[in-house]
């Protein structure tokens, strides 16, 4: 792992395998590049791999604001940096997966296809329950809102497939800085929030994976999301909000084969 300057920030990356195309794989809010620990072999073994803190989480440059557009610009930066400029193929869950469809929208010649597991593309979330959330954050730190958060995240019936592996994920959020998670927060939530006119302009293949097990972005709110992706392909997995952290065997199930040009994608 190492850091390079994109856009303006310091931000950690992982550029590891030898395939012929690239994939980049996008954490979640609160995530970094070892969400992705669990799948990164099996992607490894069919693909370069380019994993990344955003800006704001992991051992990222940390920021108060964060903007779609700035997150869009920070990747396209990123890829510049690195000098990775053929078509690559996207990868994420939640967040993740709302970068992937607006890099997709905004940067249609850079992207070859496109994995959004329970992208979360608008805001739904209670305006008043939001901004109360946003305030106990910065007042108290993540911890403050870590039982609201996880129990819709990472639902019980999850966690007791591998309780281990739930609190290393635990752990590991906890660690997140309280003011750049406020701050992708107050974006996400914002009324205004919504990727609609990136998603009618993606035209590479897309699978998007709606999550039986998802609280937060639930399967019919998922599927309209894929209706919106002209030619887009839409099935459902048993999974929470963080499939690629809850459930990774399942998300490398349905994201490798499709990634590597599959015409059937199993649900």
């Known amino acids: 792992m190492d850091w390079i300057e994109a856009n303006g920030a310091s931000l950690r990356y992982d550029l590891s395998g030898s395939g012929p195309e690239t994939v980049v794989l996008i954490h979640e809010v609160g995530g970094c590049i070892e969400s992705w620990d669990e799948a990164h072999a099996a992607f490894r073994q069919q693909f370069r791999v380019l994993r990344y803190d955003q800006r704001g989480f992991g051992l990222s440059e940390k920021t108060r604001v964060i903007t779609m557009d700035g997150i869009v610009a920070d990747l396209a930066a990123l890829l510049d940096a690195l000098q990775i400029s053929g078509p690559v193929h996207l990868a994420g869950c939640a967040m993740g997966a709302a970068i992937a469809l607006a890099f997709g929208g905004r940067h249609r010649t850079r992207v070859a296809r496109i994995v959004a597991a329970s992208p979360a593309t608008w805001a739904n979330a209670d305006r008043v329950v939001a901004q ?50 406020a701050a992708i927060l107050r974006m996400s939530t914002n009324p205004e929030f919504d990727l609609s006119p990136d998603l009618a302009r993606i035209t590479a293949p897309t699978l998007v994976i709606g999550c039986t097990q998802d609280g937060i972005r639930t399967p019919d709110m998922v599927a309209k999301v894929a209706t919106s992706i002209p030619g887009a392909k839409y099935v459902e997995a048993s999974s929470g909000h963080f499939m690629v952290v809850e459930t990774p065997e399942l998300f490398v199930e349905l994201a490798v084969p499709f990634l590597r040009g599959a015409s059937e994608v199993k649900g």
């Open 132 to 181: 109360k959330r946003i305030e106990d954050t910065e007042r108290g730190g993540v911890r403050a809102v870590e039982q609201t958060s996880l129990n819709a995240s990472y639902p019980e019936s999850i966690r007791a497939l591998d309780r281990a592996r739930f609190e290393r994920f635990r752990r590991r959020w906890l660690g997140n800085d309280p003011e750049a998670m």
